[in-house]
């Protein structure tokens, strides 16, 4: 593909560039063109003379910190990657602070950073890998908090009609690791994102897993009775380095699998011959059922089909031990063996949670599933 640097000033242009080390999976994947934007002004420059016609122009995917995404060998698109800094306090008061992140911050340091600042309600949602800008996409959840829970809006870019938006949470349309932005993928390009944070102290969430014990620990240690916000995000953080693989040590890309939500009448069914079954229960007599212990109770934790295997310690999560050179068919073999087996024991299909990339830049769901 031929360019031309001026179509997006300062931007990094590359063609032909190796993004086996840009996502966390560790796939082997090589892309036409990949444009990393530090500015939006880049992003208007680049569209400005970008066409649609794909005798002139590869299709677009935007790609963001790599962590929740599944790569094909061969990209042939241009890789749009949002890696605007920044981070800006626009309003405070007694109870709260409002503020705006730019999309190539690292989500794991903004946890850190908020809560160091004690701006909470992010803490629940520590050690969750990827960038800001990705965040509402997946509508990031963990221990009982979701994204939506603290976003006010975010700007995005309208790829189709070249256009800036301001969208609040509720154009978000957020559901449960689901958003606009994943359902019409490669529409938008999110810059910037929109927090309202509160700051009170004795506010904290812990009742979910082991965090209340391990809060208490850390609340000990700091000679308080009461938890506090950052002895929850120590805790949480305490929780997932003993239970999630690093990616920079073990690629994978977090929770593969959905906890899937059933209707009442099966989660009783089960719960009759299965009486430890996780379940939380849900709206419109539906109960969520977590998703590692179904594949753990099958016997399927530390299983798969080499090379891609589940973690021994978490079975929610795939890591590829063949790194750099597995690919997604390698993932699509495991995954699919998974969902089969699952389903035979308990009626239950499980949906993959990280995004499939196309060759050609767009994303399917369904057809890659069984």
Same mark, same amino acid.
């Given at each position: ?18 993004? *086996? %080390?840009?996502?966390?999976? &560790? ?7 990949? $444009?990393?934007?530090?500015?939006? &002004? ?15 122009? *590869? ?8 962590? @929740? ?7 042939? &698109? ?18 709260? $602070? ?40 997946? @509508?990031?959840?963990?221990?009982? $908090?979701?994204?939506?829970? *603290? ?41 910037? $994102? ?23 620990? %850390? ?14 995000? #120590? ?11 690093? +990616? ?25 011959? %299965? +009486? @430890? ?5 849900? +709206? ?35 890591? @590829? #031990? ?14 699919? #063996? ?20 196309? &060759? ?11």
């Amino acid at each position: 593909m031929t360019t031309d640097l001026h179509h997006a000033p300062n931007a990094q242009y590359d063609c032909l560039h190796d993004l *086996s %080390y840009a996502n966390t999976m &560790a796939l082997a994947c090589i892309a036409d063109t990949v $444009v990393t934007l530090t500015s939006e &002004a880049q992003l208007d420059h680049f569209m400005a003379s970008y066409t649609d016609d794909s005798e002139l122009n *590869s299709s677009l995917f935007v790609l963001s910190g790599g962590s @929740n995404v599944l790569l094909p060998t061969q990209l042939q &698109a241009t890789v749009l990657r949002p890696h605007m800094r920044g981070i800006i306090l626009i309003d405070q008061t007694q109870d709260h $602070v409002d503020i705006e992140v730019m999309a190539g911050e690292n989500w794991h340091d903004l946890v850190i950073h908020t809560v160091n600042q004690g701006w909470y309600g992010l803490e629940n949602l520590a050690l969750i890998p990827g960038l800001t800008g990705a965040a509402p996409v997946q @509508n990031i959840g963990a221990y009982g $908090v979701q994204l939506e829970d *603290s976003l006010q809006y975010v700007r995005a870019y309208h790829l189709p009609t070249k256009t800036w938006h301001h969208l609040t949470a509720t154009d978000c349309k957020f559901g449960y690791r689901d958003s606009v932005f994943k359902r019409t993928p490669n529409t938008w390009l999110i810059s910037r $994102v929109g927090f309202r944070l509160h700051t009170d102290a004795t506010k904290v969430l812990a009742s979910y897993g082991d965090v209340q014990t391990v809060a208490q620990h %850390y609340a000990k240690l700091q000679g308080r009775g009461q938890l506090t916000p950052v002895d929850v995000m #120590h805790a949480i953080i305490d929780i997932r380095q003993q239970k999630l693989p690093n +990616p920079a040590q073990l690629p994978n890309c977090g929770s593969f699998f959905q906890n899937p939500i059933i209707n009442l009448s099966l989660f009783t069914s089960l719960q009759s011959i %299965y +009486p @430890n079954i996780i379940g939380y229960p849900m +709206p419109d007599a539906t109960v969520k059922v977590a998703a590692g212990w179904l594949i753990e109770q099958a016997g399927l934790k530390g299983g798969g089909i080499e090379p891609i295997i589940t973690h021994k310690k978490q079975a929610l999560v795939l890591t @590829n #031990h063949s790194p750099y050179q597995a690919t997604q068919a390698d993932v699509l073999a495991a995954q699919n #063996h998974i969902i089969n087996y699952i389903y035979e024991k308990f009626a239950i299909t499980l949906a993959r949670e990280p995004v499939w990339v196309n &060759a050609d830049g767009t994303v399917g769901y369904g057809e890659h599933e069984v």
